[in-house]
Structure formats: C-alpha cells, structure tokens
C-alpha cells in the first residue's frame, strides 16, 4: 500500500527530475572574473532560441583568423533590449564584450555587443 508520504515523495522527485535539465541549460561555464572584448566580422546570426547566436571571424594577435560563437539571451529578452533579427547582417564588423567558457574555448557568453558607428546594443539589460 502506497502511504501518502510516498507520493509526496515520488511526486518532488518526479518534479525535480522535470525541471533539472532547465537550471543545466542555464548555467553557462564561463569565467566571470574576466571581461573579454573581440573584434570580428559576423559569419552568423542565428535568431532562434534558446539562445541567439552569432559568428564571428577575429585576427587573433598572430595574424591568423580565429573562429568565435558568441551568444546571448533568448529573441524576447534581446528584442526588449533593442535587437531582432535585421540587426546584424553578415560582413557587419561588431566589438564583442563579456565572459569566455572557461575550458577556454572560443566561445562568449555576451554582456554587450559595440557596433562599427559607437553604438552599444546591450543583451541583459543597460
């Protein structure tokens, strides 16, 4: 016989198991102790979620070109910051700011985006 305590647990288990691939996804493994700013030419812009996307070639201080994915929030949290899907076009030369996966990786967790006019395109807020 199945005591009501028994179900309480099941079901917190069950509802645990549920949400943990959510707080997973969510936890980027960057080093937050160190802005980093690259400099590239846009080869992508995915405009989907879970997160939006962008590539990015950058000449690395030996000349040669390295290859980043830079990435922030979800469409509805960076359209309410500004952006949408005509905000960068391949070609665009863009300063990109914020925190490197820590296995060192080229790949950016994205605090703000500068464009070539100056312009500051923020993607969790000003």
């Known amino acids: 016989m199945i005591t ?3 179900i309480l647990v099941l079901g917190a288990i069950g509802i645990l198991a549920a949400a ?4 997973a996804h969510h936890s980027w493994p960057v080093d937050t102790s ?8 846009v080869t992508g812009y995915n405009w989907t979620n879970p997160h939006v996307m962008i590539g990015l070639e950058v000449t690395g201080t030996d000349g040669k070109i390295q290859k980043w994915d830079v990435g922030g929030p979800s469409t509805a949290r960076m359209a309410g910051n500004g952006w949408d899907k005509t905000t960068l076009k391949m070609g665009d030369v863009i300063t990109a700011i914020g925190y490197r996966f820590a296995d060192g990786q080229n790949i950016l967790r994205l605090q703000k985006i500068v464009m070539a006019n100056g312009k ?3 993607l969790y807020g000003r």
Not at 20 to 23: H, T
């Open 4 to 6: 009501r305590l028994q």
């Open 20 to 23: 943990s691939p959510s707080f």
């Open 34 to 41: 160190r802005e980093v700013t690259v400099k590239g030419t």
């Open 120 to 122: 500051e395109m923020f």
